[in-house]
């Protein structure tokens, strides 16, 4: 370990399979386009977009020990993040399966199955271990994601091992939005969630971004970012609120821009921009990588 602290990113580490047609399709169809496997996952795709703002970050999460696991750690490593935190286990290695049409993503699976089993485990080398304890808690940047469990996270919430961290919180998806809830009382911890997620987590439908985001701070989160696809998104802490309209731009794929954005948020951040700079380059980058016209991993 050097004296400067990596960013750790924690949750799903597996392999993407994304289909994509170029035509909108309806449950049913069968039609041709491209498939492309990458490595994947919030806490990876966070980290691989913080090794391209020159960041140094390390992952935690479990591996399998097979094959499939060996070669994803490998591709990980070769993206410039730290490796060697990962848990092995016996399971195969995880998998997220989606497909994408003209107008977005049209249905997704996650098999965070290995993530799932390891439970607790995953967090041994930041709570006994070489990156920290809980007396002598990490004091670095931790991104964590919904991934894991709900118990899980209701348990870093309030770990003494994390009372140091600077926490980022993202859901991974609407379906489990509701696991973050417990940061909601977190001091210091920051939200990355989209309009649909903020309802879930308050129980009621919300108007935009900012409503979004003013009513999150109001029932006790420290820092939020609320996105609403091409709508305005909105940065709230503290009393400011800060709001930005993504460019209107026609997207070439979706899978992974809420993690782009959130690795540029918090580069951004780190590197001393004020609020409405950092939102800007969040949507920057979440710009860019939808509008990428090549799919950044070669189809297998």
């Keep these: 370990m050097s004296a400067e602290l990596p960013i750790l990113c924690i949750g799903a580490v597996l392999w993407d399979v994304i289909g994509r047609a170029p035509r909108?399709?309806?449950?049913?169809?069968?039609?041709?386009g491209r498939i492309a496997r990458r490595p994947g996952g919030v806490a990876l795709n966070v980290a691989a977009a913080l090794a391209r703002h020159g960041l140094r970050p390390a992952v935690?999460?479990?591996?399998?020990?097979?094959?499939?696991?060996?070669?994803?750690?490998?591709?990980?490593?070769?993206?410039?993040?730290?490796?060697?935190?990962?848990?092995?286990?016996?399971?195969?290695?995880d998998?997220?399966?989606?497909?994408?049409?003209?107008?977005?993503l049209v249905a997704a699976i996650a098999d965070a199955g290995g993530l799932e089993a390891a439970g607790a485990a995953v967090l041994a080398p930041l709570i006994d271990g070489p990156l920290g304890a809980p007396d002598r808690p990490f004091a670095g940047t931790v991104v964590l994601d919904g991934n894991l469990l709900p118990g899980l996270l209701a348990g870093i919430a309030a770990h003494p091992a994390?009372?140091?961290?600077?926490?980022?919180?993202?859901?991974?998806?609407?379906?489990?939005?509701?696991?973050?809830?417990?940061?909601?009382?977190?001091?210091?911890?920051?939200l990355?969630?989209?309009?649909?997620?903020?309802?879930?987590?308050?129980?009621?439908?919300?108007?935009d971004a900012p409503t979004a985001a003013a009513a999150l701070r109001a029932a006790g989160a420290a820092r939020v970012l609320v996105?609403?696809?091409?709508?305005?998104?909105?940065?709230?802490?503290?009393?400011?609120?800060?709001?930005?309209?993504?460019?209107?731009?026609?997207?070439?794929?979706?899978?992974?821009?809420?993690?782009?954005?959130?690795?540029?948020?918090?580069?951004?951040?780190?590197?001393?921009?004020?609020?409405?700079?950092?939102?800007?380059?969040?949507?920057?980058?979440?710009?860019?990588?939808?509008?990428?016209?090549?799919?950044?991993?070669?189809?297998?």
């Design 95 to 104: 998998i997220y399966m989606a497909i994408e049409d003209a107008t977005g």
């Design 227 to 300: 996105t609403d696809g091409a709508r305005a998104a909105a940065f709230a802490s503290d009393d400011r609120l800060v709001a930005a309209c993504p460019a209107p731009v026609e997207a070439a794929h979706v899978t992974g821009a809420g993690d782009a954005l959130m690795a540029a948020h918090i580069a951004a951040e780190l590197g001393g921009a004020p609020a409405g700079a950092a939102l800007a380059a969040a949507l920057a980058a979440a710009t860019r990588h939808v509008t990428a016209e090549d799919d950044p991993c070669p189809s297998r």
């Design 162 to 190: 994390f009372a140091a961290a600077d926490l980022r919180v993202a859901p991974a998806s609407p379906g489990k939005a509701e696991r973050i809830a417990p940061f909601l009382a977190r001091p210091g911890a920051t």
């Design 192 to 207: 990355y969630l989209n309009r649909a997620e903020a309802g879930l987590i308050l129980g009621r439908e919300l108007a």
């Design 60 to 93: 935690l999460g479990a591996v399998g020990r097979d094959a499939e696991g060996a070669a994803l750690i490998a591709a990980t490593a070769a993206l410039g993040i730290e490796t060697r935190w990962l848990r092995r286990g016996a399971r195969p290695t």
């Design 24 to 32: 909108p399709m309806a449950p049913g169809d069968d039609r041709p």
